[in-house]
């Protein structure tokens, strides 16, 4: 329902306050996750969807979608990329070595899926390495 008292306090604002003011940073259009599954060794990813929720069940479907149940969200962005980093090391007592990363670029989403591999593991080697964007 329309507020009148709020469109008349909205109209006695002054020219000068209104052209002063920041522009409103834009909420986050298109939503991305990445969901894993430790014992399947499986991820997935989910990318445009207009909610950081519709995005997080989207991964996990895509996930459990290839016969995998215990799947669970790892990371989340908008409006950017999110990354996937494998430790040439592989699998450790039946644990894959995985980073995960987001950024507004491939590259920073991998650099910082890169950081976040567990401690020890990130300088061995070359990484198999994924990644995807959501579309402005």
Not at 5 to 21: E, M, T
Not at 75 to 92: E, K, N
Request: aromatic content about 8%.
């Amino acid at each position: 329902m329309f507020n009148k008292s709020f469109a008349v306090a909205a109209l006695s604002v002054s020219a000068a306050a209104v052209l002063a003011a920041p522009p409103a940073a834009a909420d986050p259009v298109n939503w991305g996750a990445i969901s894993l599954s430790v014992w399947g060794n499986v991820y997935a990813f989910s990318i445009n969807h207009p909610t950081e929720a519709d995005a997080i069940r989207a991964a996990d479907q895509a996930c459990k979608g290839q016969g995998i149940i215990d799947c669970r969200m790892m990371v989340t962005f908008a409006d950017g990329c999110g990354a996937v980093v494998t430790s040439p090391l592989a699998i450790v007592a039946g644990f894959p070595i995985v980073g995960f990363g987001k950024g507004a670029t491939p590259e920073e989403a991998y650099a910082d899926a890169t950081r976040n591999l567990p401690t020890g593991t990130g300088s061995v080697g070359s990484f198999d390495r994924e990644h995807a964007c959501t579309h402005p």
